[in-house]
């Protein structure tokens, strides 16, 4: 994976949480969510960040980010893993 495919992926879960009505926040690091929306929030939140790592040569950042949004996908139910991988494969 590169960075053009991360941006892909990026911009696949940005398109996601707006349809689902999400709405971005930065969740304050040494509190836990209560909610869903909060911990999808904070993810969504991650996006613009994600692309400055890559535009840097973060790659490796880049990358635990874009696992750690994917487990909270997981985790709150909203893919598949399956679906999951599929974001992040090459076509």
Known sequence: MDGNKILEVIKRYRNY?????IVAIDFP???????????LGHCYGMLPKM?????EGRMDKA????G???????????????????HSRPK
Do not use: N
Request: with cysteine; proline share 2%; net charge negative.
């Open 51 to 55: 692309e400055v790592f890559i535009q």
């Open 17 to 21: 949480f707006k349809e689902q009505g």
């Open 68 to 86: 750690f949004i994917q487990g909270c996908l997981w985790s709150e139910d909203q893919y598949a893993l399956e679906d999951l991988m599929d």
């Open 63 to 66: 990358f635990r980010w874009l």
């Open 29 to 39: 690091h040494d509190k836990k969510p209560e909610t869903q929306e909060e911990k």
